[in-house]
């Protein structure tokens, strides 16, 4: 069965610093995967999806995350944090299911506090 | 704005009561599905559609029901609720499987 291991349950970054946060995935084929954040009291807010092609992939907010095959990883990265960025952020992969449609099996989160 | 749109936001039950979650999409989407989340846990799939119709179940189906009537709703329901099913409920919609989800804000139920 597919999962999603998302190592850090909680990251703490300064303002102007980079983040990175892990996402680890086990599915026998390719997967598709999603980054998405969600605000206190929110939904979640899809920041980009990976299906196939180039490894680099940009999101929304001035995020990007990296397809790495052989690391089974999929970590989404920012060069300099705001402070607006502080949330709860899930990976997810996407996976074939018995109807042949692609369901989400998501990670279990990464809270990130942003100091000021 | 076009999205998905959840209701109520917020709903106390007592053990034993059944209840209705509401979802609503504007976008035509023919996929749609719910998810529970609990701290330290995710979100899980409970129940999915792939279009009017056609329902299927989730990670962990036991204890809800939905139908799919139209393309545009996707109700949850609660038949008989325990203090288990306590979570916050989402519901998602996407065009199809080349698409992200998206969700609606949720809904916090508390079983007592």
């Known amino acids: 069965a597919q999962s999603v291991t998302q190592p850090d349950i909680h990251i703490t970054v300064s303002e102007g610093a980079s983040l990175e946060l892990r996402c680890n995935y086990s599915?026998?084929?390719?997967?598709?995967l999603f980054w998405y954040v969600q605000s206190p009291g929110q939904g979640l807010q899809l920041l980009l999806k990976y299906f196939s092609g180039d490894t680099l992939v940009q999101g929304i907010k001035g995020f990007e995350a990296e397809f790495k095959r052989s690391q089974s990883s999929f970590n989404l990265r920012k060069p300099s944090v705001h402070w607006s960025d502080a949330a709860e952020y899930f990976c997810?992969?996407?996976?074939?299911?018995?109807?042949?449609?692609?369901?989400?099996?998501f990670g279990s989160g990464t809270q990130l506090t942003v100091l000021p | 704005n076009a999205g998905v749109t959840q209701t109520p936001k917020f709903q106390v039950l007592k053990t034993g009561q059944s209840m209705t979650l509401q979802c609503a999409q504007d976008m035509n989407h023919e996929y749609m599905s719910w998810y529970r989340q609990d701290p330290g846990m995710g979100l899980r799939l409970i129940h999915y559609?792939?279009?009017?119709?056609?329902?299927d179940q989730g990670e962990v189906p036991n204890g809800y029901n939905v139908s799919r009537s139209t393309t545009e709703d996707f109700p949850l329901r609660l038949l008989s609720a325990a203090p288990s099913q306590t979570s916050v409920y989402f519901c998602a919609s996407r065009r199809d499987r080349a698409n992200g989800y998206t969700f609606g804000s949720g809904t916090r139920l508390t079983v007592v």
């Open positions: 599915y026998g084929a390719t997967p598709y």
């Open positions: 559609s792939v279009g009017a119709g056609i329902t």
């Open positions: 997810a992969v996407g996976v074939i299911s018995s109807g042949s449609a692609r369901q989400l099996t």
